[in-house]
């Protein structure tokens, strides 16, 4: 349920940045697709023609992305899911920004065509625009300008100043942090698929998880149990998929315990060592009980 419930929300981001982008071709304070234009050019048929191919290429464009979200509703592991999200939502970041930044530029063109031609015609450039500071009409870039945030031009919210030291360190932590959102998910995804291990030697009981999670000193173990069924248990500081739970939880008639299972690979062993209670199993079902066979 909570793998719909995420799909749902990434999902909702699609129509955000759409209109968005659609809402580009309408003048606002005389800018169109974020070129300044005259009032006396937003009607004329190269401007509109434009604008129309602008709208045309965003369907061509977001809508097969769209319906490239769908085999996400199907995926059961997080780690997959949040990766396939995630590199999606990059996919439309990119590619909506790609077809504004191509159509602002042929808009850009034509003013600047019909701005040598004449300057009679009203389309010159005026000295009160700043379209020479946005490039792709995304980014500002204005040493002039001593302000660290400036308003869209395009879409919402504010740009920073690149040519700002503080812009550049901003700008290149926003540009990594949306970067390292597919990473993330592969994390996860890493994290999901590897198995719980337990490793007995002569003198400690390890339970193992991509890394050394808890070692368990024979010599402490006051008492062990073996379980088939998990109780129920609450997070309190760890991973806590569906598949994996790792860390902290506090643990239906055990209370706080230590962690370190794949919960749909039974039996498990709770194991009290030093006054703490240890709930941990291997991913192969036959170690875990030859273990508790050799604890007892």
Request: hydrophobic letters at 50%; a positive charge; aromatic letters at 10%.
């Amino acid at each position: 349920m909570i793998n719909i419930f995420l799909v749902l929300i990434v999902m909702a981001i699609w129509p955000l940045l759409y209109f968005i982008q659609r809402n580009n071709v309408k003048p606002r304070q005389n800018i169109i697709l974020g070129v300044t234009l005259p009032q006396s050019s937003h009607k004329e048929s190269e401007t509109e023609a434009i604008c129309k191919s602008f709208k045309k290429w965003l369907n061509i464009v977001m809508l097969p992305l769209l319906l490239l979200l769908i085999p996400a509703f199907f995926i059961q592991l997080m780690g997959a899911l949040l990766t396939w999200c995630m590199t999606w939502l990059l996919l439309v970041i990119a590619a909506s920004t790609a077809v504004f930044a191509r159509y602002r530029s042929k808009l850009l063109a034509l003013k600047h065509a019909k701005n040598r031609l004449s300057k009679a015609d009203g389309l010159e450039l005026a000295d009160s625009d700043e379209d020479q500071y946005w490039l792709w009409g995304i980014l500002y870039h204005n040493s002039n300008n001593k302000r660290l945030l400036v308003k869209n031009r395009a879409g919402i919210n504010m740009s920073v100043n690149l040519a700002r030291p503080a812009g550049k360190v901003v700008f290149a932590f926003m540009v990594l942090c949306i970067l390292a959102m597919p990473f993330f998910g592969i994390w996860i995804w890493i994290e999901e698929l590897t198995p719980t291990r337990l490793i007995l030697s002569e003198t400690s009981l390890t339970a193992r998880h991509t890394r050394d999670s808890y070692i368990i000193q024979l010599d402490t173990i006051e008492s062990v149990e073996l379980i088939e069924t998990l109780p129920s248990m609450l997070r309190v500081g760890g991973t806590g998929l569906e598949n994996l739970k790792k860390g902290i939880f506090r643990v239906e008639s055990y209370g706080m315990s230590r962690v370190c299972i794949q919960p749909k690979d039974p039996p498990f062993l709770v194991i009290q060592s030093g006054g703490k209670i240890y709930i941990i199993n291997d991913a192969n079902s036959k170690v875990t009980r030859e273990i508790y066979s050799f604890l007892r």
